[in-house]
């Protein structure tokens, strides 16, 4: 059965703080890993890691995949109260279909 | 903004009601999904439509009966539903089922208590 797991569940920080999330995945015939922030109802994607070794970044975001190591992280450099959200990643496999994390639920404290 | 739209934002259903959520999309996408999301889990998937016809079930209680009647929309119809149904239930479209680097595009949902 696949399987995606998330740490920290949940984690708190001040703003200005550098927070790195982190998903592990056990997914028959990986072809993709995605991740999501959810902040009140609709996830909205924020990158999609097919290749390993190969950094994806978006302002103060970025995210990079070890498909050796079965593992992705998400990192957010000097972050805002705006980033708190739940980080939801998910791992696409011969299943054709997302499996989900259980989500990492981040606070950023003025 | 989710170019992916959702109806109604909430709804509040006694077990002998009969309810419908609605999904729509207009971004040409041929797959659509429904998901329900318990509070402080992921989301679960229950169905998938491609090119309008059903691909997935994942073993989902009949009391729930999704209809794809076009390309653009998805419906989820309620029926006789239980306290433990509560939920966010999320609607989302790919272009197809196909490719593995599609992503999903997410409604912002329906939040769904049964009484």
């Known amino acids: 059965e696949d399987k995606v797991v998330q740490s920290p569940l949940s984690l708190v920080v001040h703003e200005g703080d550098t927070v790195t999330l982190n998903c592990s995945y056990e997914v028959t015939n990986f072809r993709s890993l995605l991740w999501y922030k959810q902040e009140k109802k609709a996830p909205t994607f924020l990158f999609m890691l097919t290749s390993s070794g190969i950094e994806k970044k978006s302002g103060r975001l970025s995210s990079i995949l070890d498909k050796k190591e079965l593992f992705s992280i998400l990192n957010i450099t000097a972050t805002q109260t705006g980033d708190s959200a739940v980080y939801l990643c998910?791992?696409?496999?011969?299943?054709?279909?997302?499996?989900f994390g259980s989500g990492t639920q981040l606070t950023v404290l003025p | 903004d989710t170019e992916v739209t959702q109806t109604p934002k909430h709804l509040v259903m006694g077990m002998t009601n009969k309810k419908s959520l609605k999904c729509e999309q207009h971004?040409?996408?041929?797959?659509m999904y429904w998901y329900k999301q318990k509070a402080k889990k992921p989301p679960e998937l229950m169905f998938v439509?491609?090119?309008?016809?059903?691909?997935i079930n994942e073993s989902v209680p009949s009391r729930f009966s999704p209809e794809c009647p076009n390309s653009s929309l998805l419906n989820l119809h309620l029926h006789a539903l239980q306290p433990e149904d509560s939920a966010l239930y999320l609607c989302?479209?790919?272009?197809?089922?196909?490719?593995?680097?599609?992503?999903?595009?997410f409604g912002s949902g329906t939040q769904l208590s049964v009484l």
């Open positions: 971004m040409g996408h041929r797959a």
């Open positions: 989302a479209s790919s272009p197809s089922r196909q490719a593995f680097n599609e992503k999903l595009f």
């Open positions: 439509y491609s090119y309008e016809k059903l691909s």
């Open positions: 998910a791992a696409f496999g011969s299943a054709r279909q997302l499996t």
